[in-house]
């Protein structure tokens, strides 16, 4: 077996990773995902199925909430307990060797692990020669702290080691880019694995794996690997475990937003089939009802099963356009061959509700973003609470983001800790810090952002009128007692121009009316 083998976990969850991913990414992700995200509809062509896609409109709910989470993480700065000497605050201040202090580095992680519930942080150290002196060695750096994303922890195992269950093996994909000395404006990428386990005697090892360039038939390696290296602590002892720390539990969680993923494509959807439904029905048809199409008479070349080249007459259709429209012929023939005498020249118009059904459908598909974007979050308060009930509350920390929150401040302090012992900080020092990400989400601030969301939303045209009202009463923007109605009769008489981006007094006549709904936004 070879050591790029994915577990079946990582297959099984990687589906999930990459759609919220895409999703996070916005419009040009999800197009590029095709057929992925947008089956094609049945008889489509290619160029059909292209101009479907590019009529589809991509909310982006699900950046936007991912946004919204990791914003009331990092609402209040992190607190760092424990005395931080100038030594600590040295490596702090670069924890990937690279320059990134030690908030910058939570930020970027608990950003990527929003997305998928999953990664990992490896402490590592410099490899440095020995018979160096102090000095000398300190050009090398130290310990320092890498984050792998969920995709590039491709096997782990756990086993029970010293009475403790332990991680036993870990492969990584740690693809290697390095200069081209053939060209200097470019760079050749090695695919690699970094591989994290035990020898017979229960030492920690790594050995890096890279792909044989120089493969030239089934008996060579795939994949060639480093002499093994094992890490030392700093009282020249072996590592009796792997320093690696999976983040935010030891196995892969569901991501918070992978419900919205789903909602969001399938709001995507149904954008494609509104839209498609407009452009089909937006500009009437013009169709011959038994009438054949005018045709004229074409010469064209073609060879025989000789290969000789021969020229024959053919019948083509002509094109025929009123405005916009192409004819479309409908022959009913007799019997004996003969047209129908009933020939009717008409325009085709759409009637029934077809697209108005659509239009509830992605209301219900936003409001479901909206909830799910809320319950990531916690549950939303109902009501006056008594001061016990708010004290309860409080204390729950907000549900889901909280306890992501709390599992990631715990990896990351585990992780600077390591890394500390490992840099000559004194062991009670390193113990003694510790790293808290903000658990205390105000409610409110969370409905200012969904309220500020949906408001863009409305302003340009993506979310109707009667959703906009429920999210501001919602939130005690309006009377309680305000009525729908109400509110309709309020922005009727409140002496300004049409609201919106083009302005949505015109659709206060029937609420049912499929030409009002001639636009995803203009509807009442």
Known sequence: MPVNTQSQEYLSKL????????????????????????????????????????????????????????????????????????????????VDNAGTNIDEFASNITWDAIQTGFGGILVDHANVP?????????????????????????????????????????????????????????????EAYRVLAFDNNNRYYQRVFKKN????????????????????????????????????????????????????????????????????????????????????????????KDGNEIIKEAIEPITQTMGGGVFKFFCQRNPDGTIAPDVDVKFLEFTGAGIGEILKALNGCLDRMAKLGIQAIGAEKKGVETAEVAKIHRASESGVLGAFARSMSSKITDAGRLMLKWNQIPDELAEAWSYQLNTDYNYSVLATQILAIMHTARQTDEIP????????????????????????????????????????????DDDNSDTNNNRIGNRA
């Not at 102090?134 to 782990?156: N, P, T």
């Not at 740690?174 to 760079?187: K, R």
């Not at 309680?480 to 007094?505: A, L, P, V």
Request: glycine share 8%; aromatic share 10%.
């Open 15 to 94: 589906k999930q990773w990459s759609t919220v991913r895409d999703c996070v990414e916005g419009q040009l992700a999800i197009q590029e995902g095709g057929v992925k995200y947008l089956p094609r509809l049945s008889g489509q062509t290619q160029a059909e199925y292209v101009a479907y896609q590019n009529r589809a409109v991509f909310f982006d709910g699900t950046s936007r909430t991912a946004e919204g989470l990791h914003g009331h993480i990092f609402a209040k700065d992190p607190v760092q307990a424990g005395k931080i000497t100038n030594a600590i605050r040295k490596h702090l201040d670069n």
């Open 465 to 508: 009128r009667s959703v906009w009202f429920t999210a501001l009463k919602k939130h005690g923007m309006v009377p309680e007692s305000m009525t729908y109605d109400e509110f309709i009769k309020e922005i009727m008489t409140d002496n300004t121009r049409g609201h919106g981006t083009h302005g949505d007094t015109d659709d206060l």
């Open 130 to 190: 020995e018979g160096l002196s102090k000095a000398e060695a300190e050009k090398y750096g130290g310990a320092f702290l890498i984050w792998y994303a969920a995709e590039s922890i491709i096997k782990y195992r756990h086993s029970f080691l010293d009475g403790a269950k332990k991680l036993k093996l870990v492969i990584l994909r740690e693809d290697i880019e390095e200069e081209n000395p053939e060209d200097e404006f470019e760079t050749i990428v090695t």
């Open 213 to 304: 360039k120089n493969k030239v038939n089934s008996t060579n390696e795939k994949f060639i690997p480093d002499e093994p290296v094992y890490p030392k602590m700093k009282d020249g002892k072996y590592f009796n475990f792997i320093p690696f720390y999976t983040c935010p539990g030891e196995l892969p969680e569901k991501s918070m937003l992978l419900g919205l993923a789903f909602e969001n494509i399938g709001h995507y959807q149904k954008t494609a089939e509104y839209e498609n439904g407009l452009f089909l029905t937006s500009f009437a048809t013009p169709i011959a009802v038994n009438m054949d199409a005018p045709t004229k008479k074409v010469k064209k070349t073609i060879k025989d």
